[in-house]
């Protein structure tokens, strides 16, 4: 059971918490939390959302942890850094960039874009899952899709901007 | 009206639109280059979150969770043993208790019925009488 879906549980904890050692915490917590649950289980859903859930459940609960400790939400810096300084990052379309830019949403937006672009869940899954109305889903999804873009575009006009910045001083040296 | 034909381009990613909305859709990006390039741009970032789904724990994650469950398991089946073994020592006495009130309630009823005495008190073996204390002379 762990071999199976221990993928699917990591693309969902480390989407919402990002690489860091909670994250694999998380992870074996939402495994031990099957194994309790498992005679409460009716098979209302398959095996494959109900882990879903409790796995997005136990990221938004520790999200909220990390909040109440007013650390900072990214919990990979050099991720930052790299998706930050143009300096260090010349492709702006790189895993860490865009990583970087999901740990800026808010954590419901995240959510859903976890769910639906990361992992690949039809949006009456990812419904399901976060027991929200499919027209939250669909308006989390769009303001999500919307604070990626305009954070993704302001780190690749800076990227340019220092590009051209370093071009004309060497040409000037 | 400008935000619209975002919201419909938004939309269109994630669920069918009308034959109508569609249409506009269509017109939208037609007349617009940067409503165009907003969608590439969509489409672009949407499949760069695609590649993010493949993360993977470290490779001794199962084993630590087997651990765990293994624990788990050991310290349930502590509790079990500590309240069986409890149950195996009060068990004799709860037994004998049982068998003592079964003998005395029908021997305390027969000897109030004998007294003629109230049953229920006679069953209980509870006092009938009032005992009043002498004065003192």
Request: proline content about 3%; hydrophobic content about 40%.
């Amino acid at each position: 059971m762990v071999e199976r879906y221990k993928s699917q549980v990591a693309a969902t904890v480390i989407g919402m918490l990002g690489h860091c050692p909670e994250s694999e915490d998380v992870g074996q917590e939402v495994f031990i939390r099957f194994y309790k649950g498992l005679k409460s289980f009716k098979g209302n859903s398959t095996v494959g959302t109900y882990i879903t859930r409790i796995a997005m459940n136990l990221s938004l609960n520790e999200l909220k942890r990390r909040q109440r400790e007013q650390r900072t939400q990214l919990t990979d810096p050099a991720a930052l850094d790299r998706a930050v300084d143009p300096a260090r990052n010349t492709n702006f379309e790189t895993k860490q960039s865009i990583r970087g830019a999901l740990m800026k949403l808010v954590s419901e937006q995240r959510a859903v874009v976890v769910l639906r672009l990361v992992k690949g869940h039809s949006t009456k899954e990812t419904a399901e899952i976060l027991k929200v109305p499919l027209g939250t889903v669909l308006s989390r999804l769009a303001r999500g899709q919307q604070t990626l873009r305009d954070y993704l575009t302001t780190i690749e006009e800076g990227g340019a901007h220092e590009t051209e910045t370093a071009q004309a001083s060497v040409s000037v040296s | 009206m400008k935000r619209k034909p975002h919201k419909l381009l938004y939309r269109s990613l994630d669920k069918d639109l009308s034959p109508e909305e569609a249409v506009r859709l269509v017109d939208a990006l037609d007349n617009s280059l940067d409503l165009e390039q907003e969608k590439h741009q969509l489409l672009s970032l949407r499949a760069d979150l695609g590649t993010l789904g493949n993360e993977q724990f470290s490779d001794h994650f199962s084993d630590s969770v087997m651990d765990k469950v293994i624990r788990m398991q050991f310290a349930e089946n502590d509790k079990v043993s500590r309240f069986s073994s409890l149950s195996v020592v009060f068990r004799p006495i709860a037994l004998a208790a049982l068998v003592t009130i079964a003998a005395l309630v029908p021997f305390n009823m027969y000897i109030g019925y004998e007294l003629e005495e109230n049953r229920t008190e006679a069953m209980l073996a509870l006092a009938t009488d009032v005992i009043l204390l002498e004065e003192m002379p």
